[in-house]
Nanobody
Framework: QVQLVESGGGLVQAGGSLRLSCSAS????????FGWFRQVPGKEREFLAA????????YYADSVKGRFTISEDNAKSTVYLQMNNLKPEDTAAYYC????????????????WGQGTQVTVSS
């Protein structure tokens, strides 16, 4: 199992940037693939980005491609989501997700979730 804790959310103006962090702990976190999702009240959770367990492959939803970047620091067991040129429609709760298979994260969602961190983008 792996435990996930997100941080880095907050209030930012449109056009600004934020970096979210997801700290992973537990048994062998480095063997997991990770992803980021977001959710707005009343809507389904939306896949944003994923990174393979080796960190050598990344995947993005079209809605964030070119603005968001997923990366990881295996030494710190931390996954990041750098978000640039933020828009009011990016306002949501952002969640870290983990699974042994990155394809599961991309097509559905992995088995493990963090508690979420709120991002609010003002216009």
């Amino acid at each position: 199992q792996v435990q996930l804790v997100e941080s880095g959310g907050g209030l930012v103006q449109a056009g600004g940037s934020l970096r979210l962090s997801c700290s992973a702990s537990g048994r062998s976190p480095h063997v997991y693939a990770f992803g980021w999702f977001r959710q707005v009240p009343g809507k389904e959770r939306e896949f944003l980005a994923a990174i393979s367990w080796r960190g050598d492959s990344t995947y993005y939803a079209d809605s964030v491609k070119g603005r968001f970047t997923i990366s990881e620091d295996n030494a710190k067991s931390t996954v990041y989501l750098q978000m640039n040129n933020l828009k009011p429609e990016d306002t949501a709760a952002y969640y870290c997700n983990a699974d042994l298979d990155v394809k599961v994260i991309m097509t559905d969602h992995g088995d493990y979730w963090g508690q979420g961190t709120q991002v609010t983008v003002s216009s």
